[in-house]
């Protein structure tokens, strides 16, 4: 779950805590990133932190599950 703790919208006091969410839910809360998006770099910047970002997590998800796999096999 994405949430930047800066989001105008949706105020850092709201959103979950570990605790509060499932065994399997990921929180992810850079403290920027606003509500739409997560530019970096400097003007006009960039957009790509959020791809970048998900994309790593997802990989090292990946691989937990290969090792799990290989270990409970």
Do not use: K, Y
Request: proline share 11%; glycine share 12%.
């Amino acid at each position: 779950m994405v949430n930047a703790r800066n989001d105008p919208f949706v105020p850092a006091w709201s959103l979950p805590r570990q605790r509060d969410v499932g065994q399997r839910v990921t929180l992810w809360q850079p403290t920027h990133g606003g509500h739409v998006g997560f530019p970096q770099g400097p003007i006009p910047g960039h957009v790509c932190a959020m791809p970048i970002a998900v994309g790593g997590w997802l990989a090292s998800q990946l691989h937990t599950t290969q090792v799990r796999d290989e270990i409970d096999g």
